[in-house]
């Protein structure tokens, strides 16, 4: 596509999809604008978004008031911070003032919030450029991107495939260059899943680093906020101005992240990795799955990492984390007037069924449990500093569907084993991509670290991008 005579057009292309750090120094130099940045990222998002229905909704005037207002600070010396000017998404879940929150719902209110979520207004008010929100599933119920309101999200290294979910619009608009780092949240893997999809590194903090206001929330203690990025140092810029205690969430922590993540690699060594034993993964997962496990294992050993083989029953305490998270969906599901839920997703109804008439005795033996898988990861960490496993099983499948063709239930959660049992325990879980030798997808592999330990994975993370540089599918250099 020619840039049809227009010097700011020509001078805009793909200005948005350097590093913040190069963006930065563009800034500083005065070589480049914040207007200019945001311009080119609205119109590639534009471009993209009609082949992958990433992007619920952008705002344009409110995008480039901001960058406006962002240029000038920038001229006059006075930036607010390292993300003054940085262009973001957020998922169609969070309260962002002026916008609606439709949570991928026809039967949600189209009315523009009066507040903004506590991490929005934080990126907000560090100078970050809100370009709009992204796709969602109904009420963010299941592992895929679609619903019956809203259309198919589609990912952008194969537009018949899906991106995963629940935050699949966030890693596609990544994955597609349209922004560097998307806010999304993950009750049962939805950071980690769409990440491993899309080959982008997902970030799940441990629970209550990121703010959940406003609350309560439908999925109450399992669902985290976390970004998804295609830069372990951007996602550790975002964490450091979104994580810190509200006063409007009783359960934040107030552990601050540490600065400089990417000097950090080089302690990355240090760490002792537990490899999950592969009675508990390998059988379940394609071949691509185990050739991207061995591949990273044989990596971080040749590299001088100190590994061992450990056990942990993933499948139990996944098959415990499904109660919560079929209890928050259903929670979601009553708050629907009787009169709007033929326009729900019907998925949903069968979804729930399984926690329907669910005692308090049954739901109190859930709590049991959970306190006994959790507390069998922290002895865990007792050996060993972070613990490798798979984040899916399998790769992307076609998009619309709730399982792969041929896959034995249509359950959407019966292909995600690895990821909900560390939402119940409340751990830091980040997923990063590698790319198995004649592989043409991802294959996302999870690290798991003790509780507010987030930073030991942010300097894995920096460590990994050394030796397996993040790849954006060919959508992004799409004019």
């Not at 350097?18 to 500083?28: N, Q």
């Not at 895929?144 to 699949?168: E, F, H, K």
């Not at 109804?349 to 959790?374: M, T």
């Not at 409340?426 to 509780?451: C, D, K």
Request: aromatic share 8%.
């Amino acid at each position: 596509m020619s840039s049809n005579g227009n010097p700011l057009r020509a001078r805009t292309q793909m200005l948005h999809q350097l590093s913040f750090e190069k963006i930065r120094a563009l800034y500083a130099s005065g070589e480049v604008s914040p207007v200019e940045v945001t311009y080119s990222a609205l119109r590639h998002a534009e471009n993209v978004n009609l082949s992958i229905n990433a992007l619920a909704m952008l705002d344009h005037d409110r995008a480039l008031r901001a960058a406006a207002q962002s240029q000038t600070r920038w001229r006059l010396g006075r930036p607010l911070g390292p993300l003054d000017g940085m262009p973001v998404t957020v998922k169609d879940f969070a309260a962002v003032k002026g916008w609606p929150t439709r949570r991928g719902s026809a039967v949600s209110s189209g009315e523009p919030q009066a507040t903004s979520t506590v991490f929005v207004q934080r990126l907000l008010n560090a100078g970050m450029i809100p370009l709009g929100k992204t796709r969602a599933p109904e009420f963010n119920w299941k592992t895929v991107t679609d619903s019956p309101a809203y259309g198919i999200t589609r990912n952008p290294w194969n537009i018949q495939l899906t991106p995963g979910g629940s935050s699949g619009g966030c890693a596609a608009a990544v994955s597609a260059g349209v922004v560097r780092v998307s806010m999304g949240s993950d009750a049962g893997g939805s950071v980690r899943i769409p990440s491993s999809f899309t080959g982008l590194i997902g970030f799940k903090p441990s629970f209550g680093r990121i703010p959940a206001s406003p609350l309560p929330s439908a999925f109450s203690q399992v669902v985290h906020t976390g970004p998804i990025g295609a830069s372990m140092r951007e996602i550790a810029e975002v964490m450091r101005v979104a994580a810190g205690p509200s006063g409007k969430d009783w359960t934040s922590f107030t552990g601050s992240i540490k600065d400089d993540v990417q000097a950090l690699s080089d302690d990355a060594k240090r760490l002792t990795i537990g490899v999950l034993d592969a009675s508990r993964w390998s059988a379940s997962s394609c071949e691509e799955v185990r050739r991207g496990m061995s591949d990273t294992i044989a990596l971080i050993e040749s590299s001088g990492f100190n590994v061992e083989t450990v056990d942990f029953d993933v499948a139990a305490a996944t098959a415990t984390a499904l109660i919560f998270y079929r209890v928050g969906c259903e929670t979601s599901l009553r708050g629907v007037p009787q009169a709007e839920q033929s326009k729900v997703d019907p998925g949903l109804f069968d979804f729930v069924k399984p926690v329907e008439g669910l005692k308090l005795f049954d739901f109190l033996e859930a709590c049991r449990l959970r306190d006994l898988y959790a507390n069998a990861l922290a002895e865990l960490f007792d050996r060993v500093d972070v613990l490798m496993l798979p984040t899916m099983p399998i790769l992307p499948f076609e998009a619309g569907r709730l399982s792969p063709e041929g896959w034995h239930s249509n359950d959407p959660m019966s292909w995600n084993p690895f990821t909900p049992a560390f939402n119940i325990a409340q751990v830091p879980a980040m997923s990063y991509p590698v790319w198995p030798e004649g592989s043409t997808l991802p294959v996302g592999i999870q690290f798991v670290a003790p509780r507010y330990c987030d930073d030991r994975l942010m300097t894995l993370g920096a460590w990994l991008e050394q030796q397996i540089p993040i790849r954006l599918s060919p959508l992004a250099y799409t004019l």
